[in-house]
């Protein structure tokens, strides 16, 4: 987008003007365009913090003035004045949040952002926000979550500068000027692992039996007033399952066994709660076999040992589910259920 970027430059002002580029963020998507703004900008300073201007040269091989600026310290651009912000691991070691004095607007890169595309509506008060927080949400169990205590950090260090902030501008989604606070206060929460009256079960189903069991576990549980969602880990995009996963206090995994292991798309799904560190879980296990059922064993192995609380019954069935199986499926909704209503109240 390098040649879009200079485009849009040159219709504000002539893009040979620059005087700085700041730099909140180096992942590629944020600095990719640098070679092209230093070329048509030869004078151009490039600004960050030290670990930044590190990963300019270390990315680019730029032989181009920069300027290393530290927490707190500001820049004076002729009638505005920017001050930054060290705010690191929000998602990588360099970053740091801009924020314009003047206009009271924070420029805070990847935190508070989203996922989705936005067209001409740039604005919070221009787009439909609940479907862009729920996009926030995704984004922050992809992108962000593993590094929530961070997001901490960064919110308390903002709120004791007692800077006045009008406008919030992320590097993705929205651009927050009707309630900046409310995308603060949605990060605060996520990061805080507040607890939601929600079950999420995700199952892989190879011939419909462990279908037929998540179905029943969904009815039951609903039953009991908890909100549930499901996934079908073969068709559903795993970003949507993080996104549920987040702030629900218990998970029901379907597990079919495949070649005597546990089927691959969950074995990856388990690999990434430990990734994206989400907090630990109240786990229900159940799955269907043929002639081997190795794979509920595996997998309740793995849960505990990363330090989540595996739920009794784990329901194993062999071929497709009996009456009797049936009957411990609503057992370990009842008690999975319980747990969560305990979790919430």
């Known amino acids: 987008y390098a040649e879009e970027l200079i485009e849009n430059i040159n219709s504000v002002i002539d893009v040979k003007e620059l005087d700085y580029v700041i730099v909140n963020h180096l992942e590629p998507d944020h600095s990719g365009s640098l070679p092209e703004i230093v070329k048509n900008a030869p004078n151009v300073k490039i600004v960050g913090t030290n670990r930044a201007i590190d990963m300019v040269k270390s990315f680019f091989h730029l032989d181009q003035e920069t300027i290393s600026v530290r927490d707190g310290s500001s820049l004076d651009i002729g009638g505005k004045t920017l001050r930054f912000i060290e705010a690191p691991w929000l998602h990588w070691p360099e970053t740091m949040f801009t924020y314009l004095v003047e206009d009271k607007i924070l420029f805070p890169c990847d935190a508070f952002g989203s996922f989705g595309a936005l067209g001409n509506k740039i604005f919070d008060d221009e787009v439909d926000l609940e479907l862009f927080f729920s996009e926030s949400k995704r984004y922050f169990a992809t992108i962000v979550s593993k590094y929530s205590k961070f997001v901490l950090r960064a919110i308390e260090k903002v709120k004791n500068l007692g800077i006045d902030i ?148 784990i329901v194993s069935v062999k071929g497709a589910p009996t009456i009797d199986d049936l009957e411990k499926i609503k057992s370990l909704a009842k008690k999975i259920a319980s747990r969560v209503l305990n979790k919430v109240s």
Not at 216 to 226: A, P, Y
Not at 254 to 278: A, M, Q, S, W
Request: with cysteine.
């Open 166 to 313: 009008e406008i919030i501008a992320p590097s993705h989604g929205p651009v927050y000027r009707k309630n900046p606070i409310k995308i603060v206060e949605l990060f605060e929460r996520w990061s805080r692992d507040v607890p939601e009256k929600r079950v999420v079960i995700v199952y892989g189903s190879m011939y419909g039996n462990t279908k037929k069991i998540a179905e029943v576990l969904e009815e039951n549980i609903n039953s009991e007033g908890i909100d549930t969602a499901v996934h079908d880990i073969s068709y559903g995009d795993i970003s949507f399952i993080l996104r549920d996963l987040l702030n629900a206090p218990a998970v029901i995994f379907g597990c079919p066994t495949y070649d005597g292991n546990i089927f691959p798309p969950l074995r990856h799904l388990v690999n990434l709660l430990e990734i994206k560190r989400l907090q630990r879980k109240i786990i229900g296990l159940f799955g269907t076999y043929a002639w081997g059922g190795n794979a509920l064993s595996q997998l309740k192995k793995i849960l505990v040992e990363m330090g989540h609380e595996v739920i009794e019954p």
